[in-house]
């Protein structure tokens, strides 16, 4: 099993073009999430879906859309891209409530 | 806004010594957990705390929690090189959804 795998690893983007992150889990887990992590600085929360077919803001969502396409699949689409979303961006999965997540890799993004 | 700040926010240690972590928050929790992010990787769970519980061990790692003072602290004994990485808590704030600390960057030299 892999458990949670994300795509891509790495990105460079200019100002202004678009991209989706990817992220798919084998754990049959209901919850997914999706963080960004800047240099010193813990994981804040993007998007989550508590379940297939919801989604829910976190504490940052502006410049971010999700779609939970099924109970594996969750992405995390830039419609704009801006330097300010430069970072990490890890997905995450849970059987539910607040137990224990497990991480994808990570996906670096660099907007120039 | 996050809910977990970790004390200290460096450590650096011989291996060999234990470390210790503390984390505080700021509302009521159900559980309280560690992570640990080695460099360039993703969060690795470590252990879960919940409310009802005082303390909790796993292998070299020993986890308090005192919900009087909202603060918990995390023990590593006889560190070794390879436990270097940062240590997050978090705490399931608002049920679905935890909030991380901005972590300890934890350094054992060999």
């Known amino acids: 099993n892999a458990g949670v795998t994300q795509t891509p690893k790495f990105q460079v983007l200019k100002t202004g073009q678009s991209m989706t992150l990817q992220c798919a889990q084998d754990?049959?887990?209901?919850?997914m999430y999706w963080y960004r992590q800047d240099p010193g600085m813990g994981l804040r929360l993007i998007y989550y879906?508590?379940?297939?077919?919801?989604?829910d803001k976190g504490e940052v969502p502006n410049g971010y859309n999700v779609s939970r396409l099924n109970k594996r699949e969750f992405s995390l689409r830039l419609e704009s891209a801006a330097p300010s979303q430069t970072s990490v961006y890890f997905c995450?999965?849970?059987?539910?409530?607040?137990?224990?997540?497990?991480f994808g890799p990570g996906t670096r993004l660099l907007v120039l | 806004s996050q809910q977990g700040e970790e004390d200290p926010q460096a450590l650096s240690i011989q291996e060999g010594e234990n470390a210790t972590m503390n984390c505080s928050y700021k509302?009521?929790?159900?559980?309280l957990q560690w992570y640990r992010q080695n460099s360039g990787r993703g969060l690795v769970h470590l252990i879960l705390?919940?409310?009802?519980?005082r303390e909790k061990h796993s292998g070299r790692l020993r986890v308090t929690l005192d919900t009087s003072k909202k603060s918990s602290s995390l023990l590593i004994t006889a560190s070794r090189a390879a436990d270097t990485a940062s240590y997050f808590c978090?705490?399931?704030?608002?049920?679905?959804?935890?909030?991380f600390g901005a972590g300890t960057i934890l350094r054992v030299k060999s």
């Open positions: 995450a999965t849970t059987k539910g409530g607040g137990e224990t997540q497990y």
């Open positions: 754990m049959n887990h209901n919850s």
């Open positions: 879906s508590a379940s297939e077919g919801t989604t």
């Open positions: 509302t009521s929790i159900n559980n």
């Open positions: 705390i919940r409310s009802n519980e």
């Open positions: 978090a705490t399931d704030e608002y049920g679905n959804k935890l909030v």
